[in-house]
């Protein structure tokens, strides 16, 4: 009954269109001399193509969704990747992939998988095939008039969001949840196959894509892992990569962590803020900003210089030692108070950051770090690092690594300005 409504509904608005649209504008690229002879004009050719719309209309609804959704069987997305039916099958994956990683409830997983069945099929009714630019439009009324939920029909519109830049984001979380999962299909099938953006020339919008994904994530507090999406949709694609799997996921990593870094020095954030926060890690987009946030408040700190220059210097010395972070640190190797207070003072910093990421307060985690300034100026100053004793020697560079894989889950403070 309500699918009859809804049909009625829609065929009401096309069949009056000519008298509830009483107004209208066209543009002319001539003079014209007798402006009702051309107003007649256009309204003839406005109530053709409303009579059009209206007979494909009544026609598209005379087919079952499933059917339409068949026949993408037939409609080629790209020669290496595929029909679109192939497409509408990686998606509902990626979009069950989605709901887990979001934690999800049930309701959630059958409304994103019935759009994501759905999402494409209105590619090949007469109403979009004739009318291109209602893609999503169609599929939603379509969805409707067929008895789907307001939240699946809403999804099947709304994932071609945003469709430019700045344009309007998904309003719903199924909305946004398919959206993701369609442009990341997209991404992750052009780049198995070599169809990588050139800086002249990106055909399939896959910058547009990415950044849509960044933005929507970013709005909704997704914090799913960005490299294990990637993953998943690169494995979909099976024999069809061309190289390794890892190197592609890499290489899709890449691209997203620079359209991510765009986007926030678009924002205004510091050009060297931007390129340590996102050199480090960009996997958990929302707090990718509340890093750059949260470093970009502590630069504007008085003593922000000498803090960076602290902590530059622990970052250069163990790059030259060639000595990753993470080492084990013995104490009773100390033979200095000042190796004793440093590493107390790291333990005691280290609980307290993990306290605060827990809870998201990036802000005071970094505070913390930053306290250990003191401590680690005299340690430079008291302490020779290199020592001749080979345990000595790297046990003082592993307290320096404790240093600098703290500060690591921020930034990479060597590329800040000083």
């Known amino acids: 009954m309500t699918a009859m409504r809804e049909h009625q509904k829609y065929f009401a608005v096309i069949d009056a269109a000519g008298e509830l649209m009483p107004k209208f504008i066209p543009v002319n690229n001539t003079r014209t001399r007798d402006m009702a002879l051309v107003a007649t004009g256009h309204e003839r050719v406005l109530r053709a193509r409303l009579s059009d719309a209206k007979f494909f209309y009544n026609a598209d609804i005379q087919i079952s969704i499933e059917e339409r959704v068949a026949r ?90 945003p469709t430019r830049s700045g344009g309007a984001l998904p309003g719903t979380i199924t909305g946004s949840l398919l959206s993701i999962a369609d442009k990341m299909d997209s991404i992750c099938g052009c780049f198995s196959v070599g169809l990588v953006p050139t800086g002249a020339a990106d055909p399939y919008a896959l910058r547009r894509q990415g950044i849509g994904i960044i933005q929507i994530m970013l709005s909704n507090d997704f914090s799913f892992s960005l490299r294990s999406l990637i993953k998943f949709g690169i494995e979909q694609f099976d024999d069809k990569v061309e190289g390794s799997e890892a190197g ?142 080979e345990k000595i020697r790297n046990n003082r560079l592993a307290l320096l690594g404790s240093i600098a894989g703290l500060f690591g889950l921020f930034a990479d403070s060597t590329k800040i300005s000083t």
């Open 72 to 161: 993408l069987k037939n409609v080629l997305f790209q020669a290496k990747l595929g029909s679109m039916y192939a497409k509408i099958k990686r998606i509902g994956g990626l979009a069950e992939f989605l709901v887990e990683a979001t934690h999800g409830d049930a309701r959630l997983k059958t409304d994103l998988v019935r759009a994501a069945r759905q999402c494409k099929s209105d590619l090949v009714s007469q109403v979009v095939v004739e009318f291109p630019k209602l893609q999503g439009v169609m599929g939603r009324v379509y969805a409707t008039v067929a008895g789907e939920n307001r939240e699946v029909a809403a999804a099947i519109e709304e994932h071609y969001r």
């Open 248 to 389: 592609v996921t890499e290489q899709i990593y890449a691209f997203l962590q620079r359209r991510i870094a765009g986007l926030l020095v678009e924002e205004g954030f510091s050009k060297d803020v931007v390129a340590a926060v996102t050199s480090v890690s960009v996997d958990h987009i929302p707090n990718v900003w509340k890093r750059v946030q949260a470093f970009e408040k502590l630069k504007g700190a008085a003593n922000f210089e000498p803090l960076a220059i602290a902590f530059k210097r622990v970052a250069n010395i163990m790059k030259k030692s060639g000595q990753a972070a993470g080492d084990r640190v013995d104490p009773r190797l100390f033979e200095d108070a000042a190796e004793k207070d440093l590493f107390n003072a790291v333990s005691k910093v280290k609980q307290q950051v993990d306290t605060s990421l827990t809870t998201g307060s990036f802000d005071t985690a970094l505070i913390k770090i930053a306290s250990l300034r003191g401590a680690v100026d005299e340690f430079f100053d008291e302490v020779l690092v290199m020592a001749d004793d």
